[in-house]
């Protein structure tokens, strides 16, 4: 499942930041709730991605370097249909697509390598 966000338009998985007293798995199902109104659980890793071209720079000229990891979750029985959703602040649209659709979409470019992986089901987690 892949969301359009409201503030640059690009497709991209659902995510983002850990809040603090949260582990990463609540981080993940927390993350996808806000964004999709999907209730989902962990199934596996699928990767960690740490490349130093991900760079995050605040107003102050600090300077970070992004760990994500991304998760293959499962949705919860009972959640609503995922071709219904309605938009929010964060995203005016999502949906399913297959690899083939996710290449003709206008994407945040580090969530394609995350994609990919994912449809590879590889057994291990991808260290990126």
Known sequence: MLTRRTDNHLWCLPGGGMDSGENIAETCVREVFEETGLPVSIVRLVGVYSS?????EYADGHRVQAVSLCFEVALE???PDPQMLAPNSEVDQSGY???????ALEMMENHHQRIVDAFAEQSHAFIR
Do not use: R, S, Y
């Not at 130093?52 to 995050?56: H, R, V, Y």
């Open 97 to 103: 697509f297959t690899l083939q659709e996710v290449d």
């Open 77 to 79: 029985d009972g959640g």
């Open 52 to 56: 130093p071209d991900w760079l995050i």
